[in-house]
């Protein structure tokens, strides 16, 4: 099971939109919609943004949205804030009660 | 409110055993999978394994079978990872986490810290 890809790093100014993207295989990514992302601040622990692909829990704000094609999944945030800067991780399940996360985003607010 | 509480940080030489924890408050614990989930410094996240408290099932990564034991008591709400020989390669922060029957994993506890020196 390797990791699922996605870019290092990204970045936009205030108020923007930004992309993440996070590619998988048809195993794992292309085979459920379990994929799930999280905001992680340094020093604190991670935060369910969007669960289900596209699912937003209670008290995530509608700036952040997902989406999946294939075996690659997308976290759009619109009208970026300096508080969305953070590491960003996607998730999914591959099966047999297993899971594989992605490599990890860097988002960085200009 | 539903959270995860971990134990301390946890300073060890290699070769030494330890076991870290995860209690469950504010949700009947037996309902949920647990995960754990390691972070070693400057990387990323990465699903070292599961386990169901209402009957300990227990799942694994490939990447930490046999490396780790996940363990569970019911009776106070509590997940463990547990090693029985520690390397300098598994200081990492460790997180535990209640997974959601549609597979995403929230809360997160806090965290624990493990470094492993000599």
């Known amino acids: 099971q390797s990791a699922l890809t996605q870019p290092a790093s990204v970045s936009g100014s205030p108020g923007q939109s930004i992309t993440i993207s996070c590619t998988g295989t048809n195993s794992d990514v292309g085979s459920y919609n379990f994929v799930s992302w999280y905001q992680h601040h340094p020093g604190k622990a991670p935060k369910v943004m969007i669960y289900?692909?596209?699912k937003r829990p209670s008290g995530v704000s509608d700036r952040f949205s997902g989406s999946k094609f294939g075996h690659t999944a997308s976290l759009t945030i619109s009208g970026l804030q300096a508080e969305d800067e953070a590491d960003y991780y996607c998730c999914t399940y591959a099966g047999t009660n297993s899971y594989i996360f992605g490599t990890g985003t860097k988002v960085t607010v200009l | 409110e539903v959270q995860l509480v971990q134990s301390g940080a946890e300073v060890k030489k290699p070769g030494e055993s330890l076991k870290i924890s995860c209690e469950g408050y504010g949700y009947i614990f037996t309902t949920y999978w647990i995960a754990w989930v390691r972070q070693m410094p400057g990387k990323g996240l990465e699903w070292v394994g599961i386990?169901?408290?209402?009957?300990?099932?227990?799942r694994f990564s490939p990447s930490f079978q046999g490396q780790v034991t996940i363990s569970v008591d019911k009776s106070i709400s509590t997940a463990y990872l547990e090693w029985s020989s520690l390397k300098a390669s598994d200081t990492a922060m460790y997180y535990c986490?209640?997974?959601?029957?549609?597979?995403?994993?929230?809360?997160w506890g806090q965290g624990t810290l493990v470094t492993v020196s000599s």
């Open positions: 289900e692909v596209s």
């Open positions: 386990i169901h408290p209402g009957d300990s099932d227990t």
């Open positions: 986490a209640r997974l959601h029957p549609e597979g995403w994993f929230d809360p």
